[in-house]
């Protein structure tokens, strides 16, 4: 895979990180500067700078001088992050319900449709379109807490579902299609459904206890199936 020529630091810190993220780079990779520079087709300063980034934002990490390797992933870490998910989500989405209006319910509902089209997409072909259903799935959920009034919670959030895309990625690639494409598949649409109608309602202590249930019924999902 090779990747269009870059000066930009940016630049190579974000594919970099989306590759990390959606699976390309495979958890606990060694993270070779040389060939990274070949692959970005870029110079080694903007790698350097890229890993040390991703180093502070935990999806890479650093041994010494032996260089870098793209994060493990273990039960530990999925659980701690599975915590702090539920726990700033659900409190984002009551602050979203207070304070959302029609063009929030509008972003909610369009999101419901691109994830189900997706779905639909995706029947047979699951692995190959694990990152369109991962993505569509984080803009629902972001369509939800859109309201939150509050930057860095929002931020918190997007680096937890950086780290648990991880693991839903691999979640995903050891279901058969069987499992994926009926109970487990048509459950989770019907959670987001609850979840949207009690939000339109504005039923908070509805939409919030429905949208815990479905986060934690997703991890252990993740930890059936990755553990």
């Known amino acids: 895979m090779t990747i269009k020529n870059t000066k930009d630091p940016n630049t190579s810190y974000q594919q970099l990180r ?22 970005y087709e870029t110079s080694a300063a903007p790698i350097r700078e890229a890993l040390s980034r991703l180093d502070a934002e935990g999806l890479v990490i650093r041994k010494g001088q032996r260089g870098y390797w793209a994060a493990p992933v273990s039960l530990e870490e999925f659980l701690e992050v599975s915590r702090l998910r539920v726990m700033l989500e659900v409190d984002a989405l009551a602050q979203s319900i207070r304070l959302g ?18 779905k639909q997409q995706a029947i047979g072909q699951r692995e190959a379109m694990a990152g369109e259903l991962i ?11 859109s309201q939150c009034p509050s930057q860095w919670q929002l931020r918190f959030l997007s680096t937890l579902y950086d780290q648990s895309e991880r693991y839903r990625r691999l979640s995903l ?15 989770h649409q019907d959670d987001h459904k609850l979840i949207m109608e009690a939000a339109f309602k504005r039923d908070e202590k509805t939409a919030c206890e429905l ?17």
């Open 135 to 145: 993505r569509e799935n984080r803009l629902f959920h972001l369509a939800l807490i």
């Open 173 to 187: 690639i050891h279901q058969s299609e069987q499992t994926t494409n009926d109970t487990h598949n048509t459950a």
């Open 211 to 227: 949208l815990k249930a479905h986060i934690e019924h997703s991890n252990q999902r993740i930890i059936e199936t990755v553990f």
């Open 101 to 118: 209006d029609l063009n929030w319910e509008a972003s909610i509902a369009g999101a419901r449709h691109r994830e189900i089209t997706i």
């Open 18 to 39: 989306q590759h990390i993220v959606d699976g390309a780079i495979p958890p606990g990779s060694k993270l070779s500067i040389n060939h990274l520079t070949q692959q």
